[in-house]
């Protein structure tokens, strides 16, 4: 039986999605020293020398059927420049998580991110048919909230003390998350906004050459 979900290829202008595998580990060890994003403590990013440990329990839920992790690509250089996810896959209801995902300090804030997200999303309702997407993170962390927030998704709750945080900064707290989701019935003005977002930023990108 083939199944509901599986790894791919999702190949765009700014950003290609590939099948994550341990021949990217050098390309993610340098991309994570860029704003040495493992010493954010509202988040979790692999450290360079846990970097190997953490492509490999991402491997490990795959085979497992509960994640289908991507390395991150950027076209200009064809080298990693971090990781996404479709986790915590429901099949049975046709949800998935977009998460675990984090980008290189000199891409964030860019085209990148935005169509990295319109592929998953794209893929997820138009290919996997499903009913909801959800995004979930820490509630201190503003710029990914905001970043969620401008995709078009909207906030379901808050799950107050949900997980202990394991963060060497952030001993003995416990994190609120924040769940937000993006419906199937959504979708399409979604997708417009998304698309309206990238052709602005292509405009500009033109007219700056």
Known sequence: MTPW?????LPGQHVTLAPLSTAHHDDL????????LWQL???AIPSPEGMASEIQRRLDLQSKGSMIPFAV????T???VGMTTYMNIDAVNRRVEIGSTWYRHSVQRSPLNTEAKRL???????????????????FYNQQSRRAIERLGAKLDGV???HQINPHPQAKNTLRDTCVYSIV?????TVKAHLNFQLNRSNAKETRSC
Do not use: K, M, N
């Open 184 to 188: 199937a019935s959504e979708w399409p």
């Open 41 to 43: 403590w509202y988040t």
């Open 159 to 161: 799950l107050r003390s």
């Open 120 to 138: 998953l999303l794209t893929h997820a309702f138009e290919q996997l048919d499903c009913i909801a997407v959800e995004f979930r993170t820490h």
């Open 78 to 80: 064809g080298r990693a």
């Open 5 to 9: 979900i599986a790894p791919c290829s």
């Open 29 to 36: 060890v340098e991309a994570v020293r860029d704003g040495e």
């Open 73 to 76: 690509i950027e076209p200009t």
